[in-house]
């Protein structure tokens, strides 16, 4: 394949790893549960996995409050399992990208342990402590400083009080978080998602955020001073030289309070190689989930990311957010999370896919009482938390979904029973199957890896688009509608592809209820 670059023509897989498979009967998931399924994972037709952090971690915040930065959680398994995960890998020809979370660490962080033990310890400037706090507000909810009685200052953390944030202006931290990058790549890791990375530098004088209209605290006011600051860049053009001196390497952002615009600001050749803009993940109020906004959308993206020369990502679904079935399909009927899929695998931008997405797999429906994630136990009910996205894998109708032989740490879906990867395996018609065809797709046309993308008029209630390189164009066309929508193919010799309806063979007749069809032209 010409100038294949993985990570920017492949498809990236995110494990959620509690929730993957469990090989050692604790209900939470494992490396070796990871390691079993591999032969699934390069079936599907994926070509990179994104573990979800599996380094020791007190689980304040599942994982994303990191005690130890180059070992991995026992209860997962062991460097050696890590080790024998990265060859199994490697050996299917998938890569693997491992999530740094940077911005803050767990409050039972050795460092932070020094930190906080005297004013005087080496390691107190590792954090951000402050005799006075200023009106910065914690993400998650409340005041982000807490002030420590043992040594009469306070500390910052923007999430959670037990995952305080780093002093990235000293350059020791900068020294460590580096070298965790290394250890990694020295293991054989391809890639890093960097957890909120843009909020790692905050003002050096502290001052006050100004406040904006919003519901919670945190959102009532604009973050000026507490994320997006100058110093970034130099430490992207660091941490860009160090990757580059290995072969191949990636880096994706997760930008917090993403916009396209600020997506790219951050991205190039000497700083990130992606990050995330997050442009069809709103819910339902803010985002209605129609051919005309999604357009809209995809123009805003498109012209910004042309404009920088970035390639963008694409995301529907992952561990903070309503699965994108959830949101906009009604019951089991999965018509709407196959359109999802299908512009998640033909936009223009490397496709990030959720675990469980390629089965449509729905959120669960917690008690208050059962809920688990930080935000959602603060906030319930106007905001239930993320763990409904992050039920257990459904492998098939057995016990436990063959998640796990124990009880898993949080409930299954009890649509399991039916929707199982074994069931959609023995179904041409599942959603599963229309995932594996579009992926064999992708790897088949180079139009649709790597065509530009150029915007169709289409009937109501429908979009289309081409992806185009010199030789070959790809039409998608999209029907929402659950009624047949005119359809006029383009002028030229157009033959079909693919089709979600795949009875008829021609080209140019009405796109049936929900059809995803897609033609070629070379
Ligand atoms: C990111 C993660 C989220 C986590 C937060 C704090 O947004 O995606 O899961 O809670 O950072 O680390």
Redesign the pocket.
């Known amino acids: 394949m010409e100038n294949y670059l993985w990570w920017r023509d492949g498809v990236i897989y995110q494990i959620y790893p509690r929730s993957f498979a469990d090989s050692n009967r604790d209900g939470l998931g494992d490396l070796p549960g990871i390691i079993s399924r591999l032969d699934y994972l390069a079936e599907l037709g994926v070509d990179a996995l994104w573990l979800s952090p599996i380094y020791p971690s007190p689980d304040r915040?599942f994982g994303?409050?990191v005690s130890d930065y180059c070992n991995v959680d026992p209860r997962y398994g062991s460097l050696a399992d890590f080790d024998r995960l990265v060859a199994g890998a490697h050996a299917r020809g998938l890569r693997l990208i491992m999530d740094m979370?940077m911005?803050?660490t767990s409050d039972q962080h050795a460092w932070f342990q020094e930190s906080r033990s005297s004013r005087d310890n080496p390691k107190r400037d590792w954090y951000i402590w402050k005799d006075q706090p200023n009106n910065w507000q914690a993400s998650f909810g409340g005041n982000a400083w807490e002030f420590d009685a043992a040594t009469g200052q306070y500390y910052l953390h923007l999430?959670t009080k037990e995952?305080p944030d780093v002093n990235w202006r000293n350059p020791a931290v900068r020294q460590a978080q580096l070298g965790a990058f290394r250890f990694w790549m020295e293991r054989g890791v391809d890639g890093f998602r960097l957890?909120?990375f843009n909020a790692y530098f905050k003002h050096p004088d502290f001052p006050d955020n100004p406040p904006q209209f919003g519901l919670r605290g945190f959102d009532r006011q604009r973050h000026i001073y507490d994320m997006d600051q100058p110093e970034m860049l130099p430490l992207l053009n660091e941490l860009r030289r160090l990757l580059d001196s290995y072969p191949e390497r990636y880096s994706v952002g997760?930008t917090?309070l993403a916009t396209p615009q600020k997506t790219v600001s951050y991205c190039g050749l000497d700083k990130l190689h992606a990050a995330f803009s997050f442009d069809f993940t709103s819910h339902e109020l803010s985002f209605p989930w129609n051919p005309g906004w999604i357009m809209a959308q995809i123009a805003r993206r498109e012209q910004t990311f042309n404009a920088a020369g970035v390639w963008p990502t694409t995301v529907m679904s992952?561990?903070?957010l309503p699965r994108a079935a959830s949101r906009y399909c009604k019951g089991e009927n999965d018509a709407q999370a196959r359109i999802a899929m299908a512009l998640l695998l033909t936009l223009r931008g490397t496709p990030f896919m959720y675990y469980g997405e390629e089965i449509g797999m729905r959120d669960i429906t917690l008690r208050r009482s059962e809920i688990l994630d930080p935000p959602g136990r603060k906030y319930w009910p106007f905001y239930k938390g993320?763990d409904g996205c992050r039920s257990p894998m459904q492998w098939d109708a057995g016990a436990q979904a063959g998640f796990s032989p124990a009880r898993p740490w949080l409930p299954l879906h009890p649509d399991y029973l039916q929707r199982n990867v074994a069931a959609q395996q023995a179904d041409p018609g599942s959603l599963l199957h229309f995932t594996k065809r579009l992926l064999a797709l992708r790897k088949e046309y180079p139009a649709l890896r790597r065509g530009d993308y150029l915007p169709l008029e289409s009937a109501p209630g429908t979009l289309a688009y081409l992806r185009s390189t010199p030789e070959q164009s790809v039409l998608v066309a999209i029907n929402f509608k659950g009624h047949p929508a005119k359809f006029a193919s383009p002028d030229g010799k157009w033959q079909r592809l693919f089709s979600s309806q795949a009875d008829s063979k021609d080209p140019a007749e009405a796109l049936a209820a929900h059809e995803v069809r897609l033609l070629i032209q070379e």
């Open positions: 915040d994303y409050d979370v911005n803050h999430f995952q957890d909120v997760e917090d992952n561990h903070d993320r």
